[in-house]
């Protein structure tokens, strides 16, 4: 009697759709570790973690004393310092993620990590918290900057923590679009040039330039919309020391979005 043969993908498929719900539930977990801790390694196993955290920091405090003239203000706070986290985060972060599915994709592995009987959310999860896990210990590593304002004066370091967990936030979100531009483009170039121009737009709709001119042309009705989905607008508050409840939804549904994007652009390359 002879058999048809399914495909692996299908097999892993069929297997997960049977499994219990508590059997799915430690699957999908399971997976989420197993692709965190695989592509952490990847990470730093190769010089990639370290050269980005590397020139990340160097650049930041370039842009921080140089520019921003940090010991010329004569205060004691880190305005200065969290000012180029977004512009920093838009070319940094597509850069570090851009390879998180378009090298699966042109090495031919994507399909061998489509077969774990788990759920593809959990797959995007796991290497977006890697990748956000990077981004933390970069932003982990500014903290001689703390040490250094609160030796000049005393500041208010309930504002600085904020404005950290906003960070760390935005950078989610940066992250969060890269990982599915590379997920939509399959290539790692392409998912870059995606990332930074698709960010971009997210992040200069907060500019008073922008918002003037939309303002101009469209309306102020419109220009206030286009600045509630920048990144800028939300995190303008943290750095005041105002913890806004619609800046969290906004990072925290912003991330959701594109992870659910990222989902579905593997699934249907799966099913293609």
């Not at 203000?73 to 070319?91: I, K, S």
Request: hydrophobic share 60%; charged share 10%; proline share 3%.
């Amino acid at each position: 009697m002879n058999i048809e043969n399914s495909s692996t993908s299908d097999t892993a498929e069929e297997v997960h759709a049977h499994m219990s719900r508590s059997s799915r539930r430690r699957a999908a977990i399971a997976a989420v570790s197993s692709v965190f801790a695989r592509e952490l390694r990847a990470y730093f196993f190769t010089p990639l973690a370290y050269v980005f955290i590397a020139v990340f920091l160097l650049a930041l405090g370039a842009f921080t004393f140089e520019i921003g003239r940090f010991f010329d203000t004569n205060r004691a706070d880190l305005a200065p310092f969290f000012f180029f986290h977004p512009w920093l985060y838009l070319v940094f972060l597509p850069a570090v993620t851009m390879r998180l599915w378009a090298e699966e994709i042109r090495s031919g592995t994507l399909e061998l990590l489509l077969t774990l009987p788990a759920p593809i959310w959990s797959l995007a999860i796991g290497k977006f918290l890697a990748a956000w896990s990077v981004a933390g210990i970069a932003l982990l590593l500014t903290f001689p900057m703390w040490v250094t304002v609160n030796y000049l004066g005393s500041p208010d370091n309930t504002a600085i923590i904020l404005a950290y967990l906003m960070s760390f936030m935005m950078a989610g979100g940066y992250i969060a679009l890269s990982s599915a531009m590379s997920a939509l483009a399959g290539n790692q170039v392409v998912a870059f040039v995606m990332a930074v121009t698709i960010g971009f737009v997210f992040t200069a709709m907060g500019l008073p330039l922008v918002a003037s001119g939309l303002a101009e042309l469209f309306g102020a009705g419109v220009a206030e919309n286009a600045r509630s989905f920048s990144f800028l607008t939300h995190f303008e508050a943290a750095q005041r020391g105002v913890l806004e409840l619609r800046a969290l939804l906004f990072y925290s549904g912003f991330i959701i979005l594109w992870l659910v994007l990222n989902t579905l652009w593997i699934a249907s390359r799966r099913a293609s």
